[in-house]
C-alpha cells in the first residue's frame, strides 16, 4: 500500500496544483449572489466588486486609452471632411435636378444645366468652408457633454455577472488556461521532490 502511494505521490500533487488554482479561478466568479457559510460570507470577487471594476476600469479608459479630444481631432481632420464630399455631391445633385425643380417648376425653364452645375460648384465651396467651423462647434458642444469614464462604468456596472464572466473569459480564458497547467505542472514537481526526499 505504503509503495502504491510512494507512486501516487506526483498524481496526487498534480491534482491539488491544477485543482485549486482552478477553483481560485472559478471563485473570481462563483458564487455570484453571497452566501453564508459558518457565519462567513462568500462571493466571488467580480460580482462581489463589480461597481469597484466598473469604476476603475472607466477611469484607466478615459484617463488611459480614449481621449475626447483626440476623437475631436479626427473628426476634423481634412482628408476624413474631404471624403465626404461626394455624399454631399450627391444629394445636392439630387436637390437640384430634382426636388428644386419639383418644390419651384419655373426654375426649369429658366435656369439650364450649366447654370445648375455653377450652383452646385458655388454650393460645394461654401459647404468646403462651413463644415470644417460645423464640426468644431458640435465636437467642442459634444465634449461638455460626453462623460466617456461614466459611460464606460456605468455600462460595466450594468451588465449581468454572466455577461461579465463571458467577456473576462474570451479576454483571459487562454490566460487562466495558462494558470492552470503551471499550478499542475508545479504540483508535479513538488509530488517529484517528495518522492526523493522520501528515499533520502
Do not use: C
Request: charged fraction near 25%; hydrophobic fraction near 50%.
Amino acid at each position: 500500500m505504503s509503495n502504491i502511494m510512494f507512486w501516487l505521490q506526483p498524481v496526487i500533487s498534480t491534482f491539488i496544483g491544477w485543482f485549486t488554482t482552478w477553483v481560485a479561478i472559478y471563485m473570481l466568479f462563483h458564487p455570484r449572489k453571497p452566501i453564508r457559510v459558518l457565519g462567513i460570507t462568500i462571493q466571488g470577487v467580480f460580482p462581489k466588486r463589480q461597481r469597484q471594476v466598473a469604476e476603475k476600469l472607466g477611469s484607466v479608459v478615459a484617463k488611459e486609452l480614449i481621449h475626447f479630444d483626440e476623437i475631436a481631432k479626427m473628426l476634423k481632420d481634412p482628408e476624413q471632411l474631404t471624403s465626404l464630399n461626394p455624399v454631399i455631391e450627391q444629394h445636392l445633385d439630387n436637390f437640384l435636378q430634382v426636388k428644386l425643380k419639383e418644390k419651384m417648376p419655373m426654375i426649369a425653364m429658366f435656369v439650364g444645366d450649366s447654370t445648375m452645375q455653377k450652383i452646385k460648384e458655388g454650393m460645394m465651396e461654401e459647404i468646403a468652408l462651413l463644415l470644417p467651423e460645423i464640426i468644431s462647434r458640435y465636437t467642442d458642444s459634444l465634449s461638455k457633454k460626453v462623460d466617456i469614464e461614466k459611460i464606460v462604468t456605468e455600462k460595466v456596472a450594468s451588465y449581468s455577472s454572466d455577461k461579465l464572466e463571458e467577456i473576462l473569459l474570451a479576454v483571459m480564458k487562454k490566460e487562466f488556461w495558462f494558470l492552470e497547467i503551471v499550478a499542475a505542472v508545479l504540483g508535479l514537481l513538488i509530488g517529484l521532490i517528495q518522492m526523493g526526499l522520501s528515499l533520502i
